[in-house]
């Protein structure tokens, strides 16, 4: 009888599942039902081990083995992943595609046209103005300010590119270090659309701007814009345009734009070339654009911040900065909105009667109220034990204040 139930337990011994069927069977849970474990790398022999001139491979090398290894094993797993979510993609532009047209039985438009509609981007006008970027300062830059502009002036390109209404934009002085560093580094100026680039100082490219700012057939620019209102084509009177559009044209100024400028440019006018000082110096040169100028005979003006903002900091602000503004003042023809939209914000530049600014405002007056009553009140609290008339000068000060309230007559019978 023992020995027949010492029989059974080495069978039920023999029947219970070993370490491994266990893990498999893990496996086999985990990879959905499937009768192949998946691979792991601590089971699975890896290659060879060592380098090929025999020393045995770095812990890194073993690592970047073992990783190998499981992308492999795990590759069929990927792509069966990567089939299921092709076909969810297809199934979900299938779904959008068939909305798309019940929409358009509805409004009786096609998907393409509220498309066109929504992207919709006016093109770009080219008006009679040029900025020119004097950039004659090579040699008073260190490296890291030539760098400094050489990404002003590719800024300077991308928001003019970018504008509604644009400018013709020109680089006089384009020589030295900075255009070693576009020739070197910035190769794909070369294919800048809009852009002239000159050896000749900023007075020599000022006199050729006069020249193709009156180019016909609409390429030296046409009046949009800030500049609509001076539009003599639209002229009812033929006999006249030639003589205004020749007015205007003699009209245009050359202006050398700088914060040590004694006038506020209140405007920019058609057929007119500003120049930017093109110079990074961290204030080491002040006033080297407004001498040069000057000393050109060149006429300088400085833009009005402060007739429209409220700055915390220097108004010197940087070429790319200068070039953005005017930009704007095409489109809105408005210097306080250019301003606001343009002056970085860590210049603490706030628009004038603003309401941001009446709130700081008010904030501070509030203060000094507070401050005021807390004076009177302290006044008040501590009187002066010393002297004996302390009681009397209280007393009157209160007749004072209830005769302003109008709580005691003004006179008071003798």
């Known amino acids: 009888m023992s020995q027949s139930k010492n029989d059974d337990s080495e069978q039920d011994l023999d029947q219970r599942p070993t370490k491994l069927q266990k893990?498999?069977?893990?496996?086999?849970?985990?990879?959905?039902?499937?009768?192949?474990?998946?691979?792991?790398?601590?089971?699975?022999?890896?290659?060879?081990?060592?380098?090929?001139?025999?020393?045995?491979?770095?812990?890194?090398?073993?690592?970047?083995?073992?990783?190998?290894?499981?992308?492999?094993?795990?590759?069929?797993?990927?792509?069966?992943?990567?089939?299921?979510?092709?076909?969810a993609r297809r199934e979900r532009k299938k779904v959008a595609k068939q909305q798309e047209q019940h929409d358009d039985a509805d409004d009786g438009s096609t998907s393409a046209q509220r498309k066109s509609r929504s992207n919709f981007k006016p093109k770009a006008v080219q008006l009679p103005i040029t900025f020119i970027l004097d950039c004659d300062f090579d040699a008073l830059m260190n490296e890291r300010e030539r760098i400094s502009l050489a990404s002003q002036l590719t800024r300077c390109y991308s928001d003019n590119g970018k504008s509604r209404f644009r400018a013709h934009l020109a680089i006089a002085s384009f020589g030295g270090h900075l255009r070693e560093r576009f020739e070197t580094?910035?190769?794909?100026?070369?294919?800048?659309?809009?852009?002239?680039?000159?050896?000749?100082?900023f007075v020599a490219v000022a006199n050729q701007?006069?020249?193709?700012?009156?180019?016909?057939?609409?390429?030296?620019?046409?009046?949009?814009?800030?500049?609509?209102?001076?539009?003599?084509?639209?002229?009812?009177?033929?006999?006249?345009?030639?003589?205004?559009?020749?007015?205007?044209?003699?009209?245009?100024?050359?202006?050398?734009?700088?914060?040590?400028?004694?006038?506020?440019?209140?405007?920019?006018?058609?057929?007119?070339?500003?120049?930017?000082?093109?110079?990074?110096d961290k204030n080491r040169e002040k006033g080297i654009c407004h001498r040069r100028a000057t000393e050109r005979g060149m006429r300088t003006a400085r833009l009005p911040i402060g007739e429209f903002m409220e700055m915390t900091s220097r108004k010197v602000l940087a070429t790319n900065h200068v070039n953005e503004i005017m930009l704007k003042w095409l489109e809105c023809r408005d210097w306080g909105v250019a301003f606001d939209l343009v002056i970085p914000k860590r210049k603490g530049g706030k628009l004038k009667g603003s309401e941001e600014n009446r709130d700081d405002e008010n904030g501070d007056q509030d203060e000094d109220d507070n401050d005021d009553e807390d004076d009177q009140d302290q006044d008040q609290e501590e009187p002066d034990d010393d002297r004996e008339d302390g009681g009397v000068e209280l007393k009157a000060k209160e007749e004072t204040d209830d005769r302003i309230d109008g709580k005691v007559p003004t006179a008071l019978p003798s």
């Not at 580094?185 to 100082?201: C, I």
């Open 23 to 87: 893990v498999q069977d893990n496996q086999f849970d985990r990879n959905g039902g499937t009768s192949e474990p998946a691979t792991s790398t601590t089971a699975q022999a890896l290659p060879d081990t060592k380098n090929e001139d025999g020393t045995p491979m770095s812990k890194s090398q073993l690592k970047k083995l073992r990783k190998k290894a499981e992308w492999e094993a795990k590759r069929p797993q990927w792509k069966a992943l990567q089939k299921e979510k092709r076909i």
């Open 209 to 280: 701007a006069t020249d193709w700012m009156r180019e016909g057939n609409g390429e030296g620019g046409v009046l949009r814009g800030a500049f609509a209102d001076l539009d003599v084509e639209r002229s009812a009177y033929v006999e006249t345009r030639g003589k205004n559009l020749q007015a205007l044209q003699d009209a245009g100024e050359i202006v050398y734009l700088s914060s040590e400028a004694d006038e506020d440019l209140t405007e920019l006018k058609p057929y007119s070339t500003y120049i930017i000082g093109g110079l990074v």
């Open 185 to 201: 580094v910035l190769t794909h100026y070369k294919a800048w659309k809009g852009v002239r680039t000159f050896d000749e100082d």
